[in-house]
């Protein structure tokens, strides 16, 4: 069945650096979805990708979409401590289900 | 607009029982997905359903099942629990399928003892 890999599985840095996590399925994704999950809370939709090679920016946020539609990859630029938490990604093909990977953890050194 | 509720937040339960939890979605959303959260395990989808009828189904033992009334809310049932099922259980709505952004709600954590 369709599988997503999200690595690292954790990530700590010092408030100013940057970070990156990436996504990466076993089958061509019809969209990729971001989300991100605070300690203690539910998950937030951050972003949708659905076109091979798309880019998309939020503030300090980027998100990519790789060109054959397997991976995708969230990276954030001079983390703030409000960045905290688990970042997922969830994979969709079709009319199937939502796949998460299993998250990044961000802890940020303040 | 009303975010998704989830009733109840938190739950203890013994080995053996079975437990109902309910999600109401976002007025105007049909799709309602059913996930378990773990520490060790991540997001794990339980099913979908989407005007009463269930779309798409997850890897769970058929202890877990659920349904959705015309009015769009979601309940799952877990019978004889078992230790493992302890976990966060996250219901989220969409417009109309997965294929869109996902609006979860707080989630119902349930402790089995």
């Known amino acids: 069945g369709q599988q997503v890999m999200q690595i690292p599985q954790y990530q700590h840095v010092q408030e100013g650096e940057d970070f990156t996590t990436y996504c990466n399925s076993s089958?061509?994704?019809?969209?990729i979805q971001w989300y991100k999950q605070r300690p203690g809370g539910h998950p937030v939709f951050l972003i949708q990708?659905?076109?091979?090679?798309e880019v998309k920016k939020q503030k300090r946020l980027t998100f990519q979409f790789g060109e054959a539609k397997k991976n995708s990859s969230l990276h954030i630029t001079a983390t703030q401590t409000t960045d905290v938490g688990t970042y997922f990604c969830?994979?969709?093909?079709?009319?199937?289900?939502?796949?998460f990977g299993q998250g990044t953890r961000l802890t940020i050194n303040p | 607009k009303a975010g998704v509720t989830q009733t109840p937040r938190y739950l203890i339960k013994t080995r053996g029982q079975q437990v109902t939890l309910s999600c109401s979605p976002i007025?105007?959303?049909?799709?309602v997905s059913w996930y378990q959260q773990t520490p060790g395990q991540g997001l794990q989808f339980l099913f979908e359903?989407?005007?009463?009828?269930?779309?798409n189904k997850g890897n769970f033992p058929g202890r877990f099942s659920g349904r959705q009334f015309s009015n769009s809310r979601s309940e799952m049932n877990v019978s004889t629990l078992e230790l493992g099922d302890s976990a966060l259980y996250l219901c989220?709505?969409?417009?109309?399928?997965?294929?869109?952004?996902?609006?979860f709600g707080p989630g119902t954590r349930l402790t089995v003892t």
């Open positions: 989220a709505s969409s417009l109309a399928s997965s294929s869109y952004e996902q609006y």
């Open positions: 969830a994979g969709n093909q079709g009319a199937q289900k939502l796949v």
């Open positions: 007025s105007g959303h049909r799709s």
């Open positions: 359903y989407f005007s009463e009828t269930q779309r």
């Open positions: 089958t061509t994704l019809s969209n």
């Open positions: 990708l659905v076109k091979s090679g």
